[in-house]
């Protein structure tokens, strides 16, 4: 072989081995892409979304089917994703155990952040702003929050809901009230027209439904307190809750989020 020819073969072989390296280069980026935008669900194809469906008007039932501010959120973001959304009823205290056990997605029930639930979950970005109120009867003695702290009551909640924290934080913990916890929101507020308890702390929205279903209810002047409401995921799962939230923030931006809230809560 002249040098000539050994010259241009070096040449040729330098050149496959740096064609080589940029093929190996670009597919291993692509792939780093595609892997870091993928994320998985419980079922493929499929948005799980685990609540409470006795939770109006974020979640409840028109016939047999799960409606509500939280379900058309949760049928967005799935749309954006490319997913089939599933709702999954259960009870409020097991939710954040489907989503850590990865049986279900993420969680939408009208859920607080609280420092509690972040040792076990991780949440969204906050999509709306609730109200915990206090139910009385219209004869009660209690007629402003500042009476609870009085001491003496036994106020209705529902179990693991913030009224529940709330409520055990601020006043059975401190001996001043004991708290009666219900399975249904629903089932507090019969116990409270039966006399069985003095009161029951729970969301604004849902309390204003229960008093117009109940005669002889009615919701205190001053809110407990306000919360934020957000979507919980677990902590095993960081590119799913990246993507739903990522939607989520489009949602809120483009106005769809508001558009959900103001068809079910008007603003007076």
Do not use: H
């Amino acid at each position: 072989m002249t040098k000539m020819k050994k010259l241009l073969a070096l040449l040729l072989a330098l050149t496959m081995v740096f064609a080589l390296a940029a093929c190996s280069s670009s597919s291993t980026e692509d792939a780093a892409e595609t892997e870091d935008s993928s994320f998985t669900t419980a079922t493929e194809g499929v948005l799980t979304m685990a609540t409470n469906a006795e939770f109006p008007p974020y979640e409840y039932y028109e016939n047999d089917t799960v409606v509500g501010i939280d379900a058309e959120i949760a049928a967005a973001i799935a749309e954006k994703l490319g997913l089939e959304l599933v709702i999954e009823d259960m009870a409020f205290d097991s939710i954040i155990a489907a989503v850590t056990s990865g049986k279900a997605d993420m969680g939408m029930a009208g859920m607080t952040i609280t420092d509690d639930r972040l040792e076990s979950v991780d949440f969204s970005e906050p999509y709306a702003t609730g109200v915990q109120v206090v139910i009385v009867l219209e004869d009660s003695a209690i007629t402003s929050v500042d009476d609870l702290f009085e001491g003496g009551y036994t106020i209705g909640v529902q179990t693991s809901t913030t009224g529940d924290l709330y409520a055990t934080w601020d006043l059975e913990d401190t001996g001043l009230c004991t708290v009666e916890r219900y399975n249904r929101g629903a089932d507090a507020v019969a116990a409270l027209t039966s006399g069985k308890i003095d009161c029951v702390i729970i969301d604004n929205e849902p309390a204003k439904a229960f008093v117009e279903a109940n005669e002889g209810l009615i919701i205190l002047d001053t809110a407990y307190t306000e919360e934020e409401y957000a979507i919980c995921f677990s902590k095993d799962n960081t590119e799913l809750s990246e993507a739903v939230n990522e939607a989520l923030v489009e949602l809120i931006e483009d106005g769809t989020v508001q558009s959900i809230i103001d068809k079910y809560i008007s603003a007076d």
